[in-house]
């Protein structure tokens, strides 16, 4: 039988759990959760609309799906310094990619990470709202092209 081939989402995934292996705790973690969040490009103003906000984040966070050369691309921002780091992980795992590998393959990062058990309620509920959006925008795009 063949080796399953790893897709992009997957070995990004990779990378980022061996990243956060370089950490001996949460406090190194967060600032460097935070740190990728400065990061991010600028998102434009004319984004920030209501069709573009992500429902069920404690914080302001809007995130516009555009289309890449047939794959999706993701931008977003947020008003927290924490939520602008989830917002770069995510981009960073997700961003670029087919929207079907986006579909197959769970978000598993989150857990090997710790993110599950290390962010509050109402963070972790923020960041599932987020992942929700991209993988339903994925969905979305993949019924349609069926």
């Not at 050369?69 to 997700?94: C, E, P």
Request: net charge negative.
């Amino acid at each position: 039988m063949a080796a399953k081939r790893m897709t992009d989402i997957q070995k990004a995934q990779d990378e980022l759990i061996e990243e956060f292996r370089l950490f001996d705790n949460w406090i190194d973690r967060y600032q460097y959760i935070i740190d990728l969040g400065k990061n991010m490009p600028a998102f434009p103003d004319e984004w920030r609309i209501e069709e573009n906000k992500v429902r069920g984040c404690q914080s302001q966070v809007w995130l516009k799906t555009r289309d890449a050369n047939g794959n999706m691309a993701f931008q977003a921002v947020s008003d927290s310094a924490i939520v602008s780091g989830l917002i770069a992980i995510l981009t960073r795992v997700y961003s670029n990619r087919d929207p079907r590998e986006i579909v197959a393959t769970p978000p598993d990062f989150i857990s090997a990470i710790g993110l599950d058990e290390h962010l509050s309620p109402t963070r972790s509920n923020g960041l599932n709202s987020m992942i929700r959006v991209i993988r339903n925008a994925a969905a979305e795009r993949v019924s349609d092209t069926a």
